[in-house]
């Protein structure tokens, strides 16, 4: 793990080469990714049984072995126990209500000329959700990603989720039934973007495709932007804790291990004032993590990618996270609260020592689905608003093209927009109608 100090002549260096992460496409990674698409594109079932035979090992006879049959959800949600059905209800109504505050409604106004001015509101038709698998499996990434589509209105929630072997996991399966989702596929990979994106003779094409997924899942999603809309490109997953001297240690180095175990790229970075705070926490992450089960994985992010910060003064602290723009920031200080107008630049920020990034993954209530790499300087969670159109609403009355036919003329003129120019003349009070002869 790394020890950066903000007295440091090579703090920014030091800062810049830990934020960097290779994440431009990758030449090879494209190159099989692409023909996967193409293929998808122009064979439809056919190039998806071949890719699911070859890189999920399943061996399916036609596209409807490809949908998974809608009892299996219904058995699995009676054979989780009565603690997991519990937990898992809860989670559902804490992330529907915290969804349900992000409803917006249609608008509109009229102004002095009468004209009606506002904006239509419509939910997607059908959406493409991918839950990661293979070698785990997220009922969470399940509750995040289709309870707002659910809650924004989205008629059809297509899922698509890779089976960990010839098995599934009941815990996901049960979260998708008390979902009330049917349509669900059991493959993954590109091979399930491209599906999803192109449509095939088993599967109905979507319009935007949502959800995390590796390098081959975020490669495609890349690729068939323009097809379908796309949430985001997910890097890594990261974590930014500012933490003063009262902060509890060891409820800290769980919540810093618990970012490492996501992903040898993970990040999770600790920033304090305080140098025997900081060694403490250092000497303890070291002292717990071997003993986790993810101890290998946990080891791969502390070297490679996580790292400790001391700074001089809370003003330092507030500049860096902003710079870092993480995806999540835990906010273990003092009055935590009070620091929120000063944060530009998070996915999710979580105020106080209670505040466990980890009530976030699961039940707090909005989307874990959150930006990553720093992109949270212009983007934002997941939510119901990615699951909705909006559409523009004009309707001019006779007085409002009165007053507007001149200007909109003389700006489409400017742009050697001839017809535009006539167009709008031609709605005005004194245009002669009979336009055609008086060109040329």
Partial sequence: MRKLFTGSDSFQADLDELRSLQLLEDQELDGKVGKILRDIRLKGDVAVLAYVKEFEHLDLDSGSDLRIDPELLA??????????????????????TFHNHQIESSWSYKDEQNNLLGQQIA?????????????????????????????????????????????????????????????????????????LAFGTESIKRVDKIVGPGGLYVTAAKRKVFGFVGIDSIAGPTELVIFADSGAPLDWLVLDFLSQAEHDPSAQSILISQDREYIDKFVARVYEVFPKLSRQEIIGQSLEARSAVIQVSSDEQAIDIINKIAPEHLQL???????????IQNAGAIFCGNYSTESFGDYLAGPSHVLPTFGSARFSSPLGVYDFVKKSSVVEISQEGASLLSEPASIIANSEGLEAHALASRIRGPDFNSNIFKQLN
């Avoid at 997991?84 to 809860?90: G, I, P, V």
Wanted: aromatic fraction near 8%; proline fraction near 5%; charge should be negative.
């Fill in 75 to 96: 058995t699995s949600w009676e054979k989780i126990s009565e603690k997991e059905r519990n937990a898992l209800s809860l989670a559902i109504e804490r992330i529907e």
């Fill in 123 to 195: 939910p997607i038709n059908r959406v493409g959700v991918y839950i990661p698998g293979g070698k785990a499996s997220y009922p969470s990434t399940a509750l995040m990603t289709v309870i707002p589509a659910k809650v924004a209105g989205v008629k059809e929630i297509a899922v698509a989720t890779p089976l960990m072997g010839q098995h599934h996991n009941d815990l996901l399966f049960a979260a998708l039934f008390k979902l009330g989702i049917e349509e669900i596929y059991g493959f993954g990979g590109a091979q399930s973007i491209g599906a």
């Fill in 332 to 342: 273990c200080v003092e009055r935590a609260d009070e620091y929120l107008d000063q």
